[in-house]
């Protein structure tokens, strides 16, 4: 069997045929491209250093041998709690040519957490950072970890199945405990190969990304796509407005994906330079109207807003490249994907009605037949395979005719006040329309008349707030039973490592009436 796989052609916007569409099966094969066309070239650029294609592929070919000798083998899980540099790179690669399966563990979380994710996973191994709090058996420390890696010691060859469990995928827990999703190393190089056929992408990629790598969505948007272009990943040690814009400057980064709160704070600070930038991509979060045009009149460019899923996957729709975009939509599905709405009686709802947001895959078109599910969820040991048809997304939005799609919000975060449905986003667009509203969340709050109360939390851009004036506000542009009753000023909103918010979280900070 070939080690590429065989779609079809893809056709440009200028209607030119052009093969797009191949990409390869396995992990182990996706930097023979450009091993064989310009292996001196820089593959990824760290806090630490930088790597050419060749010396990627010696780093890949090396972790194998450590990860062996540590007693690792097919289907083992290999843990990473590690910061964003090389050495997360090279032992993602190398669990992936022994056929282990990866599961990141974010440095950024408590300990309770940390061991919560270690103990769903049950790995054989952790590699453990300078921020790992784990304290279990098979951790092995940053020293440790460099010994086996400059022994060289070489594992038995391994043909991986490009079918079977590669990456687990913790969901973000902002409304719930994290689910651990399993994905094939097959759906894990897929997402690159569209996003480069459909951008137009090659060797200028220079992909930067600040969110941790030990989020799988982000280890699939950086090595995995960049390698697929034969482009360079920079990997970002920094998050801050000012030490994102010095990496952007200083590697030269082309396409750079971040939060609405971190695009709030560029937005904020023009005399940044940005000027290397192609694209800038708003993900993690609802990324309002106003936000796009300030930053746009601050450095130039119209983020791309994406929708994102875990079981995806990652992308799972995207603006086109250039400034075309729509009001409160959440950008094109992508052509690998058929996304649509259902109602509660889990009937498919016509192009832009409003229901419960599910994805499959693709049935026509040049990347019909290319997107496999999730293989499921990893629960006591094993894989439980995830329900057959299209995956409920657990969000309620819309999809158009022409295949934009808008997210309302979360289902399960839905108010129900007096028998009637409130959705929190909704609300928080209204809110970040005020001019001295920086940042706001919605919940909602038990009361023994109406079932819950709507509850806002806001952080200021400036002044202290007037709860009097942002309710006239709302109920300008919202039927009076949206508004919010019961307000609160926060410093900031709780966010996890994605620039989430942290939903489960609001309800306590919310004041009483």
């Excluded at 070239?41 to 194998?64: I, M």
């Excluded at 995995?224 to 990997?235: D, I, M, P, Y």
């Excluded at 590697?251 to 609405?260: C, D, E, Q, S, Y």
């Amino acid at each position: 069997m070939s080690d590429i796989e065989n779609v079809v052609s893809v056709e440009g916007e200028d209607e030119t045929p052009r093969r797009a569409a191949s990409f390869p099966r396995t992990v182990a094969r996706v930097l023979d491209a450009a091993l064989a066309s310009r292996p001196h070239a820089a593959a990824v650029e760290a806090a630490s250093g930088a790597w050419s294609y060749a010396e990627l592929d010696d780093r890949a070919r090396r972790a194998p041998g450590a990860l062996w000798s540590l007693g690792v083998r097919p289907g083992d899980r290999v843990a990473a709690c590690l910061p964003n540099d090389l050495d997360i790179v090279a032992a993602f690669h190398g669990t992936q040519r022994i056929g282990a399966v990866w599961a990141g563990v974010g440095e950024a979380l408590p300990a309770g957490e940390q061991q919560g994710l270690h103990d769903l996973c049950e790995p054989a191994v952790v590699l453990a950072g300078p921020r790992c709090l784990l304290d279990v058996p098979g951790r092995v420390g940053p020293d440790r970890w460099a010994e086996l890696m400059a022994r060289g010691e070489t594992a038995p060859r391994i043909d991986a199945d490009p079918a079977a469990p590669a990456g687990i995928a913790f969901t973000s827990g902002t409304s719930g405990r994290p689910k651990a999703v399993v994905h094939s190393q097959r759906n894990l190089l897929l997402p690159g190969a569209v996003l480069a056929a459909t951008r137009g992408w090659g060797p200028e990629l220079r992909k930067g990304d600040s969110f941790p790598l030990t989020i799988l969505n982000l280890m699939v948007l950086s090595t995995l796509l960049t390698a697929q272009t034969g482009g360079c990943s920079v990997v970002m040690d920094r998050r801050d407005a000012g030490g994102v814009a010095d990496w952007i400057s200083t590697r030269r980064v082309t396409v750079w994906n971040g939060a609405p709160a971190q695009l709030y704070d560029l937005a904020r600070r023009p005399e940044l330079d940005l000027r290397s930038l192609r694209e800038v991509w708003s993900g993690g979060g609802d990324t309002t109207d106003a936000l796009r045009r300030e930053f746009a009149d601050a450095h130039g460019l119209v983020p791309r807003t994406t929708y994102g899923l875990t079981e995806a996957p990652t992308v799972v729709s995207i603006d086109p490249p250039g400034t075309a975009w729509r009001p409160r939509a959440s950008g094109l599905v992508l052509p690998h994907y058929e996304v649509a709405a259902y109602d509660d009686e889990n009937r498919r709802l016509p192009a832009g009605e409003l229901g419960e947001l599910r994805l499959g895959g693709a049935a026509s078109g040049p990347w019909a037949g290319a997107w496999r599910p999730l293989l499921g969820y990893w629960e006591q040991g094993r894989v439980r395979p995830a329900e057959p048809g299209p995956v409920p997304t657990g969000d309620v939005g819309t999809v158009d005719g022409d295949g934009w799609l808008t997210v309302l919000d979360r289902k399960k975060l839905v108010i129900v006040r007096g028998g009637a449905n409130v959705y929190p986003l909704e609300v928080e667009r209204v809110l970040s329309t005020h001019p001295d509203v920086a940042a706001a969340a919605v919940c909602g709050v038990p009361d023994d008349r109406l079932g819950q109360r709507v509850a806002a939390l806001v952080q200021s851009a400036g002044p202290p707030l007037d709860a009097g004036a942002l309710a006239a506000h709302c109920r300008r542009e919202l039927s009076p039973y949206k508004v919010p009753e019961i307000w609160s000023q926060v410093d900031a909103l709780p966010r996890n490592a994605m620039g989430k918010v942290q939903r489960t979280l609001l309800p306590g900070l919310a004041a009483p009436s």
